[in-house]
């Protein structure tokens, strides 16, 4: 994680920051550079006072162009949070329409030339038919604010923030969250927000965009390839897959959630001090399941609670790694210190320990080397991950899968046990075999595919290595508690039965990838 600030650069206080909205492509034209960092899973930009910031519709020209003065005394929107999933983003005059009317349901109103210009601008379009009207726009509710009069260049400032949330109308859910601010610069926005959120006192600095590599073409002698030709069912690992027990896995994630009679957690988000004992408890749990080679802490970032890594060596080709990954972090709702995660990704690490006991129970060998990967830093946006695969990467090593499982046990009402697999930052021959594995070994399940995004596999993607995840619902997020402190096990909608599904279909996948045998069931031969 390189800051991008050079010596000859200005102060980075003296830098101004842009929230800007994470779906729409952001230019900033006269910069000689640019920074990007996360607070939260909030996206913010940051430019040199003399650059102009302009936002850009994909499908529209230019829309908006503000100095750098104009976007200091007011901070567009930091956040779009969409429980729908990858779903059509909201046009840019709608977004100046909610901003308004967010602006009018405080009651406080932020004084901007730049703002009241292109909410005018929006109020033209929108006559002409062309845009969504105000009715249209959810409800919004206050959730809170704050003004601090400050002394900035010799002048008195009021440093006005408010956080807004969207909710629907059908069930109440947030659709979307929104932070207004008026003239206030970088140090007090920062300070500020730390005093609202549980985690996170600072801006991350994280790589800039772009690094996204193209889809690689697997070339026909590529293991997963060669998987594919020769798949077909195996009844030991049937066996296998067959004695996950949801039960067990109740016992490990209501402990991660807090949920449990006796256990320590009510968050295990990042950079929280129970994300370290939730690590170390992570990494007890691998030590006891008797499977591992080896058990150990990836430490990253020393704000954040390190990732753990179960490596299970292989024995005639060691050298070709398969990962297995989830996310133990955790996030909940604003100015709430809870955070437990019981699917968003308490689901996916308990697949990792469910798996790691499998192996042992079966004495299950593989040729190659297999490593289960707890990460942290996802809900920052892929930094623990991103982390292990610069790693890898940078060792030379050569990663022939690696499968992300991440919130896996959200079933709606009405609907199928599913399992979906990612539309985009994925390896589509790596996809195909495994929606090939998953229909093979449990049945039960309605295989299909998501447009939801992003987990801890995009970052091996990005890094030219075969990878893929694996989520619980074909079509786009559904559960109403996503990124909730409402995200518990004991809830309507929290299914076993579609943990074990996804569980079941991952283990048979990386069992298949990993080329495994084991010792306590009859082994066909290969």
């Known amino acids: 994680m390189a800051a991008l600030v050079m010596a000859e650069e200005p102060p980075l206080q003296e830098y101004n920051w842009a929230f800007g909205n994470m779906y729409t492509e952001t230019d900033l034209a006269g910069c000689s550079r ?7 899973d909030l996206h913010i930009y940051a430019y040199a006072p003399d650059c102009k910031l302009a936002f850009r519709n994909p499908n529209k020209a230019t829309f908006a162009s503000l100095p750098a003065t104009d976007a200091d005394a007011f901070l567009y929107v930091i956040e779009r949070q969409h429980l729908e999933g990858d779903v059509v983003p909201r046009d840019h005059l709608e977004w100046q329409a909610l901003v308004r009317k967010a602006i009018d ?4 109103r932020v004084e901007s030339p730049a703002l009241e ?46 956080i807004v949330e969207g909710l629907t109308r059908e069930q109440g859910a947030v659709d ?18 730390s005093e609202w959120l549980p985690s996170n006192a600072e801006i991350l600095p994280v790589r800039t965009e772009g690094s996204l590599m193209n889809a690689m073409t697997l070339p026909g002698d590529h293991p997963v390839v060669e998987k594919k030709k020769r798949l077909r069912h195996r009844k030991s690992l049937q066996k296998i897959v067959d004695s996950v027990d949801p039960k067990r896995m109740e016992q490990d994630i209501t402990w991660l ?39 150990e802490f990836m430490n990253h970032n020393s704000r954040f609670g390190p990732n753990v890594l179960c490596t299970i060596k292989g024995t005639t080709l060691p050298d070709e790694l398969v990962i297995l990954g989830a996310h133990h972090d955790s996030r909940g709702s604003f100015f709430n210190p809870r955070a437990p995660g019981a699917n968003d990704d308490g689901s996916g690490t308990g ?9 042992h129970e079966h004495k299950v060998t593989f040729e190659r080397t297999v490593i289960i990967a707890a990460f942290s830093g996802e809900e920052q946006g892929l930094l623990g991950s991103a982390a292990y695969a610069r790693l890898l990467r940078t060792q030379g090593a050569k990663v022939v899968t690696m499968l992300q ?115 306590s069931l009859d082994d066909e031969a290969w």
């Open 34 to 40: 640019q920074l990007r960092g996360l607070y939260e």
């Open 105 to 108: 349901t405080l009651n406080h």
């Open 117 to 162: 210009k292109l909410v005018d601008e929006g109020k033209e379009e929108e006559q002409g038919g062309s845009w969504p009207s105000v009715e249209d726009i959810p409800q919004h509710t206050f959730i809170n604010a704050r003004s601090r009069l400050l002394n900035r260049r010799g002048k008195d400032v009021l440093c006005r923030l408010h």
């Open 176 to 193: 979307y969250r929104m932070v207004l601010g008026s003239d206030c610069a970088a140090e007090d926005v920062t300070l500020m927000l």
């Open 257 to 295: 959630t807090g949920e449990a009679q006796g256990s320590p957690f009510t968050t295990r988000s990042s950079t929280s001090p129970q994300s370290h004992k939730v690590a170390a408890w992570l990494l007890d749990q691998f030590e006891a399941s008797g499977s591992c080679t080896k058990v």
């Open 351 to 359: 697949m990792l320990l469910a798996v790691a006991r499998a192996i």
């Open 405 to 519: 499982g991440d919130m896996l046990a959200y079933q709606m009402p009405g609907e199928p046990i599913q399992t979906a697999f990612p539309l985009r930052h994925h390896t589509p021959e790596l996809t195909d075999l495994l929606v090939n594995v998953t229909q093979m070994y449990v049945p039960e399940t309605k295989v299909g595919f998501t447009g939801a995004c992003c987990s801890d596999h995009q970052s091996f993607f990005e890094n030219g290595y075969p990878a893929t995840a694996f989520f619980e619902r074909n079509g786009p997020i559904a559960d109403p508690k996503y990124h909730n402190s409402a995200d518990l096990v004991y809830r309507a909608g929290y299914s076993f039965e579609e943990l074990a599904a996804n569980t079941k279909a991952m283990m048979a996948s990386i069992f298949e990838m990993a080329n495994y045998k084991s010792g």
